[in-house]
C-alpha cells in the first residue's frame, strides 16, 4: 500500500448541501486543516439563479463548524469549458452530460489548480464514492450506497487527478450523512437536494435552450414517414423521450404513448413512434474518446460492465479498444441508448473511465 500523505492542508468544495457539509464536517473530525470554498460558476441574468442563498447556506455551515471560507468565481471558465459544448452539442442534435465535464473541466481542473496554488495539499467533495490507493495507483470505486453512487460523474478523472482528490463520504448511507448533520445541529440537515443541470435546477429545460438556440421548427414523422405533427427544433428532443412531444392525443388505435426514436439532421425531421419497439433498442455502440482511469494498461478486448445513464443497473458488455476509443456490443438490447451522454464502464466496484457515446448500432434500423 502506499503511504498516506503527512500533510492535512484541505480545500473542500461547499455547495451549500448537505453532502459537502458534512464532508467538511468529517476531515475536520480526522484531523485536517479545513478550508470551505464556495465555487460560483454560472451568473444569472433574471434572478432566478439560487447561488445567493446557497452561499448564505455555506456561510452558515462554515460558521458551525468553525472554519474559514469563501468564494472563487468561475464562470469564465464555465462558459469557455462546459457551457459552450453543452450548446455545440445539442446544435448538433446530441445530448451532452455537463455534469460530468464540470467535474473533468471545473472542480478537478480549475478548483483544483486554485486549490493547489492556495496552499493546500488535497481537494474534497460531497461525492459519493471511495478511493483505493496502492502500488499501482489509484483507484475509483463506487459509494456503499448504490442508490447514491457518484461515480458514473467522476469518469473523466485522471490518475494526477485522483491523486489529489477526498471523497469523505463514500462509505456512507445518505441516511448516515442526514444523521450526521442533524447530530452536529449543522443548519442544512433538512436541506432538499438538488436536481438536474446545475445552471438550469428546477426550470423547464426546453424553455431555457430555446433561450440560446433559436427554434428551427420541422416535421414530426413516425417511422413510416407519415407526419404526426410539428417540432420546434431537433436540439429540444432526446432520444426515448415521451412527454412533451404534444401529440398524446393522436393515436393508431393502440393507446400506446408516443417515444422519440430517432432524428434525420439532414431533413430536419423527428422520427416518433408509438409504443416502445425495436428501433428503440441498441446492440453496441462506440466511443471515440474513452478515458481509461487505472494506471495499468488494459486488456485489447475484455468483459465488463456499463451505464449508459445514471442510475441505470451495470450491464454486461464486450469492449474492444480502438485508437483511444472503445467499440462496446450489449449482451442484451439497450433501451434508448443516446450520443452525446456518456458510457462508463465498470470492473466489479471500480470504475475504468468512460467516454461519450459517439455512435449506436440499432436493434431495428429506421427506414424513411
Same mark, same amino acid.
Given at each position: ?36 470554498? &464556495? ?30 471560507? /469563501? ?6 471558465? /464555465?462558459?469557455?469549458?462546459? &457551457? ?19 467535474? =473533468? ?30 502500488? @499501482? ?14 461515480? /458514473? ?24 450523512? #442526514? ?15 438538488? =436536481? ?8 423547464? &429545460? ?43 392525443? #393522436? ?7 408516443? &417515444? ?20 428503440? /433498442? ?22 465488463? =460492465? ?15 479498444? @480502438? ?14 441508448? =443516446? ?7 465498470? @470492473? ?16 431495428? @434500423?429506421?427506414?424513411?
Amino acid at each position: 500500500m502506499m503511504a498516506e500523505r503527512d500533510n492535512r492542508r484541505v480545500i473542500v468544495g461547499l455547495s451549500g448541501g448537505v453532502d459537502s457539509a458534512v464532508a467538511a464536517l468529517l476531515l475536520k473530525e480526522q484531523g485536517y486543516e479545513v478550508t470551505g470554498v &464556495f465555487m460560483r460558476n454560472w451568473e444569472e441574468q433574471d434572478g432566478t439563479c439560487p447561488a445567493e442563498e446557497d452561499y448564505e447556506d455555506v456561510r452558515r455551515v462554515s460558521e458551525a463548524l468553525d472554519i474559514p471560507y /469563501y468564494t472563487v468565481n468561475f464562470t469564465r471558465d /464555465y462558459q469557455e469549458r462546459v &457551457f459552450s459544448y453543452f450548446l455545440s452539442e445539442y446544435s448538433a442534435g446530441r445530448t451532452p452530460n455537463p455534469d460530468i465535464l464540470c467535474n =473533468t473541466e471545473i472542480k478537478f481542473k480549475a478548483f483544483l489548480d486554485f486549490a493547489l496554488k492556495s496552499g493546500a495539499d488535497q481537494l474534497a467533495t460531497g461525492h459519493y464514492a471511495r478511493l483505493c490507493r496502492d502500488a @499501482r495507483g489509484v483507484h475509483l470505486m463506487k459509494g456503499l450506497d448504490g442508490g447514491k453512487d457518484q461515480t /458514473y460523474f467522476l469518469a473523466g478523472l485522471t490518475q494526477a487527478q485522483l491523486d489529489r482528490a477526498l471523497f469523505p463520504l463514500g462509505a456512507l448511507q445518505k441516511r448516515e450523512v #442526514r444523521d450526521l448533520a442533524r447530530k452536529h445541529a449543522l443548519p442544512v440537515a433538512e436541506k432538499k437536494d438538488s =436536481t438536474g443541470i446545475c445552471f438550469i435546477g428546477e426550470r423547464n &429545460f426546453k424553455k431555457f435552450l430555446m433561450s440560446y438556440l433559436p427554434a428551427c421548427p420541422g416535421d414530426m414523422v413516425d417511422e413510416r414517414g407519415r407526419k404526426i405533427g410539428r417540432h420546434d427544433g431537433l436540439m429540444y428532443y432526446t432520444l426515448g423521450q415521451r412527454r412533451g412531444l404534444g401529440i398524446g392525443g #393522436r393515436s393508431d388505435g393502440s393507446g400506446e404513448s408516443w &417515444f422519440v426514436i430517432g432524428k434525420d439532421l439532414q431533413r430536419n425531421l423527428l422520427i416518433v413512434q408509438q409504443g416502445e419497439h425495436e428501433e428503440l /433498442y441498441s446492440l453496441s455502440l462506440t466511443v471515440d474518446r474513452l478515458n481509461v482511469i487505472p494506471r495499468e494498461d488494459l486488456p485489447q478486448s475484455f468483459e465488463c =460492465t456499463a451505464k449508459f445513464r445514471y442510475r441505470q443497473p451495470d450491464q454486461p458488455v464486450f469492449v474492444e479498444l @480502438r485508437d483511444g476509443g472503445a467499440f462496446v456490443r450489449f449482451r442484451e438490447p439497450q433501451r434508448a441508448v =443516446t450520443p452525446g451522454q456518456w458510457c462508463v464502464l465498470y @470492473r466489479g466496484d471500480e470504475c475504468l473511465g468512460g467516454g461519450p457515446i459517439d455512435t449506436t448500432e440499432p436493434l431495428k @434500423r429506421i427506414h424513411i
